[in-house]
């Protein structure tokens, strides 16, 4: 079964950094991109950026370039979201997502993590 | 990049009706590189439609995708309590890929 499992959920203080995580597996993780979704609280879903495991080829979508880095570990089919330093509005649920097709970056997600949520507040 | 808007917010109908929600793009999007995704309380969103108009993998006959250039149509017919979720559109024919804001759907 193809799965994308997350790390679990995460409480933190403003100023501190994360990293968390998404496992896959079922499938070459190197031959697909591994993407990230935002969802803040009772909203809708955006575009945060992706990454080709296989040569570590990272694309940000505009809003969130230099707000974190997406990363992988190839040898563990693992993909990253870090942050060096939090803020309360990064408080949301973040889903990492596989595209439908191999080698592609732009593409339906059709393999979605569980989802993570990560609480900021003082 | 594109902006999707999403129609209408909210869409409350009957068991055995027909739904249609309605995604508008800022500018073309291209070959017609649009999905839904339908995202129930507390799961993660699942695909329902890629290129404006295939059904993904286990996805019933009851959900149809259509439209091209900057309309797009998701129509569920035949309502079931089941379908009770937010409906969400992306495109994915330019960079950055972007979402709409999302139609609840509420069953009656």
């Known amino acids: 079964e193809v799965q994308l499992v997350q790390s679990g959920a995460e409480v933190k203080k403003p100023g501190e950094s994360l990293k968390i995580s998404c496992e896959g597996s079922g499938y070459s993780f190197t031959t697909y991109w591994i993407g990230w979704v935002r969802q803040m609280p009772g909203k809708g879903l955006e575009w945060m950026g992706i990454i080709y495991p296989g040569d570590s080829d990272t694309r940000y979508s505009p809003s969130f370039q230099g707000q974190v880095t997406i990363s992988a570990d190839r040898s563990i089919s693992t993909a990253y979201l870090q942050w060096s330093s939090l803020k309360a509005s990064d408080t949301a649920v973040y889903y990492c997502v596989r595209p439908r097709y191999s080698g592609s970056s732009n593409d339906a997600l059709d393999i979605w993590g569980q989802g993570t949520m990560v609480s900021v507040s003082s | 990049e594109i902006v999707l808007t999403q129609s209408p917010g909210t869409l409350s109908l009957s068991p055995g009706e027909r739904a249609t929600l309605s995604c508008r793009a800022s500018?073309?999007?291209?070959?017609?590189?649009l999905a839904w995704y339908q995202q129930k309380p507390g799961q993660a969103p699942r695909l329902l439609i890629y290129g404006a108009s295939s059904r993904a993998t286990g996805i019933p006959d009851r959900f149809s995708g259509s439209g091209s250039e900057t309309d797009f149509t998701l129509t569920i017919s035949r309502l079931e309590p089941e379908d009770s979720a937010v409906y969400f559109c992306q495109q994915y024919g330019s960079s950055p890929i972007t979402f709409g804001q999302g139609t609840r759907l509420e069953i009656k």
């Open positions: 500018q073309s999007v291209s070959s017609s590189y």
